[in-house]
Nanobody, 127 residues
Framework: QVQLVESGGGLVQAGGSLRLSCAAS????????MGWFRQAPGKERTFVAT????????NYADSVKGRFTISRDNAKNTVSLQMNSLKPEDTAVYYC????????????????????WGQGTQVTVSS
């Protein structure tokens, strides 16, 4: 079965950095668009970043542009999220997600457009 396992979360001071990783198994990784989402307490899960199958195409939420970088390694079946200049408002559980590439939905950033999800990793940014 498909498994997505996140790692790398933790507690960091504002202005600091963290790197999240997601290891995928049970799927042909290079056929999947990968994304990162986050969910703060009491709020809905929201889009953070996505990366296309080859790693060339990326898209970011406005709130993280210029601070976060998504990347993938198709040889290792991993996707990463480098988070710099972290702010307290970045505090959330971060989720890795995967969706099979289908023309027309690559740029759909909705939660419902993704097929598989990890269990999440907590990121806490202190002020």
């Amino acid at each position: 079965q498909v498994q997505l396992v996140e790692s790398g979360g933790g507690l960091v001071q504002a202005g600091g950095s963290l790197r999240l990783s997601c290891a995928a198994s049970g799927l042909t990784f290079s056929n999947y668009v990968m994304g990162w989402f986050r969910q703060a307490p009491g709020k809905e899960r929201t889009f953070v970043a996505t990366i296309g199958r080859s790693g060339i195409t990326t898209n970011y939420a406005d709130s993280v542009k210029g601070r976060f970088t998504i990347s993938r390694d198709n040889a290792k079946n991993t996707v990463s999220l480098q988070m710099n200049s972290l702010k307290p408002e970045d505090t959330a559980v971060y989720y890795c997600a995967a969706k099979l590439f289908i023309i027309g939905r690559t740029y759909d950033t909705s939660v419902s457009s993704y097929d598989y999800w990890g269990q999440g990793t907590q990121v806490t940014v202190s002020s």
